[in-house]
């Protein structure tokens, strides 16, 4: 069974720039988020996606952070304008509806984000 | 407000030398307490599901329980493969809430 894949790994770019990082879940699996884990830190819930809908935005800064699930498959987490505080790294998670309290959530590598 | 503390952050052990991992919470509402296993430059990796205080589950060197206030990880005679962060995260209704980790290397 293939895993969640994200992309880039890697991205190094300068304040004030724009970023865009990718995520295909799993397949079937309906629920999605996004999470940014900066160093040192466990992972922090920005957005959860229940099919193509937004189910949790709370700590999603909207001012500068979007992000979209269009056909409720794969997603993307869009950063603009960053700041040096956005270094990270973003996690997305997928897992099959209705198994949340089994708590196994399904992560994918990571994009590693670098602001100068 | 929800918080999860682990501690130690850091975990230095020699190979076969046993040690835990504590991870105490504040959240109202547990529906379930979860431990996950981080290696470096990897996402987290679903190790155990804990619901009830006094439950106990275990995976080769690894068990994991819970009392009413937090829950413990023992490490039994590690070895070098278990160096990785352990991250523990908390569930009320609906959110998960992370505690920061704990990084345990082993030794040969």
């Known amino acids: 069974e293939a895993g969640v894949a994200q992309s880039p790994r890697y991205k190094i770019i300068e304040k004030r720039q724009s970023v865009a990082f990718w995520c295909n879940p799993i397949?079937?699996?309906?629920?999605l988020y996004w999470y940014q884990q900066i160093l040192g830190q466990g992972p922090k819930l920005l957005i959860q996606?229940?099919?193509?809908?937004?189910?949790?935005d709370s700590q999603l800064p909207k001012d500068r952070f979007s992000a979209e699930r269009l056909k409720g498959v794969d997603s993307t987490l869009k950063i603009q304008p960053a700041k040096l505080e956005d270094s990270a790294v973003y996690l997305c998670?997928?897992?099959?509806?209705?198994?949340?309290?089994?708590?196994?959530?399904?992560f994918g590598e990571g994009s590693r984000l670098t602001v100068l | 407000e929800d918080q999860v503390t682990q501690s130690p952050e850091a975990l230095r052990l020699q190979e076969g030398e046993s040690s835990s991992l504590n991870c105490s919470y504040t959240?109202?509402?547990?529906?379930?307490l979860f431990w996950y296993r981080q290696d470096p430059g990897k996402g987290p990796e679903f190790l155990f599901t804990?619901?009830?205080a006094g439950e106990e589950k275990e995976k080769e060197r690894l068990k994991a329980t819970l009392t009413k206030k937090e829950s413990f990880l023992h490490i039994t005679a590690p070895k070098p493969e278990d160096s990785a962060t352990y991250l523990c995260?908390?569930?009320?209704?609906?959110?998960?809430?992370f505690g920061a980790g704990t990084t345990v290397t082993v030794r040969a």
């Open positions: 998670a997928s897992r099959v509806p209705g198994q949340l309290l089994t708590g196994e959530l399904f």
């Open positions: 397949s079937g699996h309906a629920t």
């Open positions: 996606f229940q099919n193509n809908g937004v189910v949790d």
């Open positions: 959240v109202s509402g547990l529906r379930g």
């Open positions: 804990l619901y009830s």
């Open positions: 995260a908390a569930l009320n209704d609906y959110k998960l809430s």
